[in-house]
């Protein structure tokens, strides 16, 4: 996704805010494309999770 979907995903008010964070709280982009930057929904999944939620595996339940 896009960088102002994936701001608006993990919750930041604003598309600044989420990169000023890339590379610290949330992953670098999946795909980097010239000016094109991807993130994945997986990626951003791991990093908004708490470090202490045993719950996640990596897995998606249905």
Do not use: C, H
Not at 24 to 38: H, I, S, T
Not at 42 to 59: M, P, T, V
């Amino acid at each position: 996704m896009r960088a102002d979907l994936a701001a608006g995903y993990v919750g930041e008010k604003t598309v600044e805010d989420f990169l000023k964070r890339v590379g610290k709280e949330y992953p670098f982009p999946r795909v980097q494309e010239g000016r094109r930057q991807l993130w994945l929904i997986d990626d951003l999944d791991k990093a908004i999770l708490s470090e202490n939620d045993s719950r996640f595996d990596g897995r998606a339940e249905f």
